[in-house]
């Protein structure tokens, strides 16, 4: 079957303008994982929803990111006014059930470059 | 902050060679992955350890999770070029809702 996919996959933005990041998990997947990765760098956790619900933004690193679920499916991060350390690599994951220590499964992810 | 700490960062080896990577953390964690990612995708699980102690062989790497649950290992025999790509251990702890990566090891395997 289909696998999380994200679109864009590459995305250049001018410094101080808004994007808009989206994941497509997998069919039915309860969970749903945020993450940044700079380059040669493991990722870094930013956000999770159980469902619909936000239930840990703790890693999110100001205001200017805001991450959505509104249905429970389609997720939509977004970064508002983006500075040039915004630019990573942003990978979403999905994941069955709700207990955490089952396996995620990973998008490509998308590569934001601001300049 | 990335509370798990890999090495060696990089290592270049030729086929057929053995190789440990190490997963280090003063933390203690209810589980640990360890992640292959290549160039462009996202990373792929290749196992999960529970249990202090535990060893998992998957063909030809073999991991292996610290009596104290703080540490890890990455044992692979016989390296091939498919072997090539950044690996990752990831902790879960108990009272977290999100997996904690480590720094990662970036390995290439040439002819």
């Known amino acids: 079957g289909a696998g999380v996919s994200q679109s864009p996959r590459y995305k250049v933005a001018k410094r101080g303008q808004d994007v808009a990041l989206r994941c497509d998990p997998i069919?039915?997947?309860?969970?749903l994982f945020w993450y940044q990765q700079a380059l040669g760098q493991g990722p870094e956790f930013l956000t999770y929803?159980?469902?619909?619900?936000?239930?840990?933004k703790s890693g999110l690193p100001s205001d200017r990111f805001f991450a959505e679920r509104p249905e429970g499916s389609v997720s939509t991060l977004k970064i508002q006014r983006t500075q040039q350390e915004d630019s990573a690599v942003y990978l979403c994951?999905?994941?069955?059930?709700?207990?955490?220590?089952?396996?995620?499964?990973f998008g490509p992810g998308t590569r934001l470059t601001v300049t | 902050t990335q509370l798990l700490e890999q090495s060696p960062q990089f290592l270049s080896i030729q086929e057929g060679e053995n190789l440990t990577v190490y997963c280090n953390s003063s933390?203690?964690?209810?589980?640990l992955q360890w992640y292959r990612q290549e160039p462009g995708e996202g990373p792929v699980l290749l196992v999960t350890v529970v249990t202090g102690g535990e060893v998992k062989k998957l063909k030809r790497l073999t991991f292996q999770f610290g009596d104290a649950r703080k540490d890890s290992s990455l044992h692979i025999t016989a390296a091939q070029p498919g072997d090539t790509g950044l690996y990752l251990c990831?902790?879960?702890?108990?009272?977290?809702?999100?997996?904690?990566f480590g720094t990662g090891t970036r390995l290439q395997v040439t002819l």
């Open positions: 069919s039915g997947h309860v969970s």
């Open positions: 994951a999905s994941s069955l059930v709700r207990e955490l220590r089952y396996e995620q499964y």
């Open positions: 990831a902790g879960l702890t108990g009272t977290a809702s999100k997996l904690t």
């Open positions: 933390s203690v964690f209810s589980s």
């Open positions: 929803f159980q469902n619909e619900a936000q239930l840990d």
